[in-house]
């Protein structure tokens, strides 16, 4: 769910992953999407209006890791 931020300039719309701020929703979304598949976008990145100070990379959990092996 994007987040939503009115400023003085215009709403900002924050991708909840990783924290980058777009002045389109549908970039937002985008960049949300490719996070949740922990394959951030160069691209869609590259259009953002705000950074992070801290950059967050999504990562997978131990959980999740475990849930994808495979036992043959």
């Known amino acids: 769910m994007v987040n939503e931020h009115p400023l003085s300039r215009g709403t900002v719309y924050i991708c909840e992953i990783c924290g980058y701020g777009y002045r389109r929703i549908g970039l937002a979304e985008q960049c949300e999407l490719h996070c949740d598949s922990m394959?951030?976008?160069?691209?869609?990145?590259?259009?953002?209006?705000?950074?992070p100070p801290?950059?967050?990379?999504?990562?997978?959990?131990?959980?999740?890791t475990a849930s994808q092996r495979s036992f043959a």
């Open 39 to 51: 394959q951030p976008s160069a691209e869609i990145r590259g259009k953002a209006v705000y950074r």
């Open 54 to 64: 801290v950059e967050i990379v999504p990562t997978i959990t131990v959980e999740e």
